[in-house]
């Protein structure tokens, strides 16, 4: 059975920093992509990042010179990734969420409704 499990959250000031990790386990296919969404209240939940398993990598405008993700761990049981978040601002404050798929769409899906695995979320909040 896939899991997913992310650490990481917590609260800083503005102009702060914040390291996630995510880790799958129970793989018994590779993950084509894993992906960091993000939710605040009231909002839709939206692509933050993502990652192939080729090393290809996608960020949402509002933190492309901010965010870095990236693959530590891969194996045919478990992958990890990690979102280091730098510069943080009030608007990043949301629950953050870690995706994975094993199905290639050609490259990673944006969408949320294309991933089949989700972690549990971990919350993150920034304080002006």
């Known amino acids: 059975q896939v899991r997913l499990v992310e650490s990481g959250g917590g609260s800083v000031q503005s102009g702060g920093s914040l390291r996630l990790s995510c880790v799958a386990s129970?793989?018994?296919?590779?993950?084509?992509?894993m992906a960091w969404f993000r939710q605040a209240p009231g909002q839709e939940r939206e692509r933050v990042a993502t990652i192939d398993n080729y090393g290809t990598i996608t960020y949402a405008d509002s933190v492309a010179d901010r965010f870095t993700v990236s693959q530590d761990a891969a194996d045919s049981e478990t992958n990890e990734i990690t979102l280091q978040m730098n510069s943080l601002k009030p608007d990043d404050t949301a629950m953050y969420y870690c995706?994975?798929?094993?199905?290639?769409?050609?490259?990673?899906?944006?969408?949320?409704?294309?991933?089949?695995?989700w972690g549990q979320g971990t919350q993150v909040t920034v304080s002006s």
């Open positions: 995706a994975a798929n094993s199905v290639w769409y050609g490259s990673c899906p944006l969408t949320r409704s294309q991933y089949a695995y």
């Open positions: 129970g793989l018994s296919y590779v993950m084509r992509c």
